[in-house]
């Protein structure tokens, strides 16, 4: 059984093909680097990138792998949530092989594919346990009492993890994306320096707010641009603003936890990337008990192994989805999860 | 009924103390809306444009949390009293993606569209439209001006009169 998996919900172009469950034969991720230099995700660019890249990926999975379309026995692809014309881009490709090999379709949600990631590890985190999954366009706690039955314990109630670092990154003029460049400039920082607000942290509820701090760094860069002494500060603000996220997110997963009895955590999503908030979640679960799963970075981030693994996962339970699969932006579980 | 024609253009400028009174301000914009149309925000990052626009979604009735759209562009909300389509064009560069992304077909009847950078959405907007500019000037200290563009919500007028001179 080999499935093909693609991913272009964002602004990763993914392809895999996954031999029956968990035999990953190619996995090619192409980052659109061009996106840097507009400091973010331009949907239109992004759309037009995938367009370009997305059939000589395939062409290039199946040539590397000695295989032919063929062999080809079910398509999984991301409809969604994202960007809508990147999606339709993975959607009509999809849709086109699907048709032309007469094969099976299963369209894919972007949000569980990352949870899904997790059964493609050697010793897959048995449910229940409590996902984080914090990126640019997510952040969510979620407790996965099974392979597809989720409950959303927490979410962002504005601004997602990733986009806050984006944010923070172009006020301190520091580039795009924001994560990788924050944790560099903060390297030489004292996190103690600004104490900056954790919003929400000691609130009962597992939701989050990311819009305060951002609004607090910007007051802090404004006033220091004005006395001068902002170059020199670059790394404490970076530092401290790194460190009130990490204690955010570190608080409000093993509460997570706690809330639901569950004593493993799992990372996903591009955040997942940043050594502060690794080494504190490592740090805080064995203190805890608590076993702290972060994947490798290929599968944490955008990429098409997990639309291929959560691809053959419901289609063993028969799902099947028509050419009229269309694509939606928001809404994390909702769909095509229907429990 | 205060009906302008779409030439009429009337201003209105507040100072609001931080983001309680921003959301203070949206919740009594909220009660003319009874009907669809354009708010385009300007400002730039921390200024309160998100802020503003949950305030005034949940006081419209939208009973999810409406967050920044920036990665997804565009989210809609069907769940208040009018239909919300939450704009940001804050990582749009050139005009033409906003058409390639389909904002144009957003504009319909009956739905409230509030657009968060607006700088950046060039000639699309509608000519008949309400424009918030939100300004920074400080810890907790934002300045807002608020430009009418043609008739708008019947009611809406008088109510800024009134808030204006509350101040």
Redesign the interface.
């Known amino acids: 059984m080999l499935t093909l998996g693609i991913e272009t919900s964002?602004d990763e172009t993914s392809v895999a093909l996954l031999r029956d469950e968990n035999e990953l034969l190619s996995h090619l991720v192409l980052s659109q680097l061009e996106h840097e230099r507009?400091?973010?995700?331009?949907?239109?660019?992004a759309?037009r990138a995938h367009q370009q890249a997305l059939l000589p990926m395939i062409e290039r999975s199946l040539a590397e792998t000695g295989l032919s379309p063929a062999n080809i026995d079910l398509i999984g692809v991301t409809v969604g949530?994202?960007?809508?014309?990147a999606l339709l881009v993975g959607i009509c490709t999809a849709k086109s092989l699907a048709l032309a090999l007469g094969r099976p379709l299963v369209g894919v949600n972007h949000v569980e594919a990352h949870l899904m990631a997790n059964m493609l590890l050697p010793n897959p985190p048995e449910p229940p346990f409590v996902a984080l999954l914090v990126s640019?366009?997510h952040t969510l706690l979620v407790e996965v009492d099974d392979w597809g039955e989720y409950l959303i314990l927490g979410?962002?109630?504005?601004?997602?993890v990733g986009?806050s670092f984006d944010?923070v990154a172009?006020?301190l003029e520091l580039g795009y994306p924001g994560g990788p460049v924050i944790e560099k400039a903060a390297e030489d920082g004292n996190p103690s320096a600004f104490p900056f607000p954790r919003p929400m942290m000691r609130d009962d509820s597992l939701?989050m707010s990311f819009?305060?701090l951002?609004?607090a760094v910007?007051?802090e860069t404004r006033d220091l641009a004005e006395r001068g002494g902002l170059e020199q500060a670059i790394p404490d603000l970076a530092a401290s603003f790194q460190a009130a996220v990490a204690d955010v997110l570190v608080n409000k997963s093993i509460r997570a936890c706690e809330r639901s009895g569950a004593r493993c955590l799992v990372v996903a999503g591009g955040v997942a990337r940043n050594t502060l908030l690794r080494n504190r979640l490592d740090a805080t679960g064995s203190r805890e008990d608590i076993r702290v799963i972060v994947p490798p970075m290929e599968l944490c981030t955008d990429n098409a192994a997990m639309v291929a693994r959560t691809a053959i996962h419901y289609y063993r339970q028969g799902r099947r989805d028509g050419l009229d699969v269309g694509a939606f932006?928001?809404g994390a579980l909702d769909w095509p999860v229907a429990k | 009924m205060d009906m302008q024609d779409h030439r009429t253009t009337r201003k209105w400028r507040f100072t609001l103390g931080g983001?309680e009174q921003t959301r203070e301000l949206a919740h009594r914009m909220a009660a003319p809306l009874r009907s669809g149309g354009t708010i385009a925000f300007y400002g730039g990052?921390?200024s309160g444009k998100?802020?503003f626009i949950?305030a005034l979604a949940g006081e419209l009735g939208c009973r999810v949390?409406v967050?920044?759209p920036?990665?997804?562009?565009?989210?809609?909300y069907d769940c208040g009293r009018i239909p919300i389509v939450h704009v940001d064009c804050?990582?749009?560069?050139?005009e033409?993606?906003l058409w390639?992304?389909?904002l144009a077909e957003m504009f319909e009847p009956g739905v409230l569209v509030c657009i968060e950078w607006a700088e950046h959405s060039g000639g699309i907007l509608p000519r008949r439209r309400l424009d918030i500019r939100l300004e920074?000037v400080g810890?907790d200290r934002r300045k807002m001006e608020i430009t009418a563009l043609g008739g708008l919500w019947p009611g809406l007028d008088t109510l800024l009169e009134k808030i204006s001179e509350d101040q």
Do not use: F, W
Not at chain 1, 155 to 160: E, I, K, P, W, Y
Not at chain 2, 70 to 76: G, S
Not at chain 2, 90 to 94: L, S
């Open positions: 964002c507009y400091g973010g995700v331009v949907p239109e660019l759309s949530p994202g960007l809508i014309g640019g366009g979410r962002s109630r504005d601004d997602a986009e944010k172009k006020m939701d819009s305060g951002k609004t910007l007051y932006a928001t | 983001p990052l921390g998100t802020t949950q949390p967050t920044s920036t990665y997804t562009i565009i989210n809609r804050y990582r749009i560069r050139h033409d993606e390639e992304i389909g920074s810890r």
